[in-house]
């Protein structure tokens, strides 16, 4: 798959720093591939080869259909992400490819349902109504999940009549008419819904600050196929991709949450970035070029956009958990996480309302010492030009 701005000078302002460091698109998108094959190489050897273990089931608070309610989560080992696997070499925030996958041999359709069936008949789920399936990729990708597994799955799951909706996760361009009615019709007493990873809406930072690969024009067809077939449709919005500045990043998230809504998303989930393992952000995070986000800007990404749908908070609940999650100061974390959880059960933002610190001060500092986008990215790519390393072989 092609880069969507493989061919534009997008990185324009790098060039009047220094003209001998300018990077055209494609150089940069060699760039960051190359990177991110760096940090994968760093993976150390699988710990285990059993594909056909049990796969990791975890139940969850929910609100589901005006209700507070819990929903199981199921986590399928698999051979990982396409798009981590080809030479783009996945997304920059993403440590899937580090953690859930295993690439020393394919995991056939049969360990791919013994993985589901034995967590799912084994786990407490009686009166359930919601189940997610994550294979740490895309559901409805033939390569990364079989046709047969898939069916088999979804056969499986139509046999419990607790479950009433079941939310899996794609990229758009797996998203065709023929697999969701095929997935519709395989579960036909309970609704779909379809997560989606948008991350943002700016396409160019996208690209530049993810390594996504996909375009807002893929993501908005995917979604018109998704309503056509009266699927909901979830989209993840991430706070703070790389390179932004706490405000930017900010209003990054309300405008690409303002615009996800507009596109019929259904509901959308903030996510708030973490760091995990053999990712750019560790990378960056490591090397003092990334500072996590603040719990007050999630907070007021909400208080921003709460009316204008089904805002969800992402818990940073990744498993295995991640490193490092966003904080404020060790005074208020708790409190405030509790009134994000507390959000999550209402959707009513005045839950933050009484929420006080003396570090929302300090916030409100770094709100304002917003550094630039450009500045950033620079800082990075002149920080491993000057290095003379990995982007010579690019
Ligand atoms: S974020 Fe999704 S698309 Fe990107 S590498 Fe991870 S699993 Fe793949
Ligand atoms: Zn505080």
Redesign the pocket.
Known sequence: MKHIMEHEDFLGPIKNVDDSKCLSASQYYSFIATFMKHLHSNIPANDYLDFSRPAHIEIRDDFFRGKNTKRAVVFLLSNG?E??LKSAH??TM?G?IAKQARKDQPISTEDFVTQFETAFSTADIDGIPVLNIFN??SFFNDDELPREARTTILNLINKNKNIKRVLVES?PEFITPSVLQETKSLIPGTELEIAI?LETTDDIRRSISLN?GFSLRQFTDAANIIRKNDIHLRSYILLKPPFFSERGAINDAVQSIETAFSLGVGAVSLEAMTVQKYTLVEYLYNNNLYQMPWLWSIVEVIKRTAHLGRVIIGLFKFYPSPDSVPNNCPLCNNKVMDAIIEYNKTLRPDVFNQLHCKCKEDWKEVLEKSSDYYDNLRDFILVEKNKDSILRSA
Do not use: L, P
């Open positions: 992400c798009w981590a996945g997304c993403c899937h740490n990729g990229r990873g996504k």
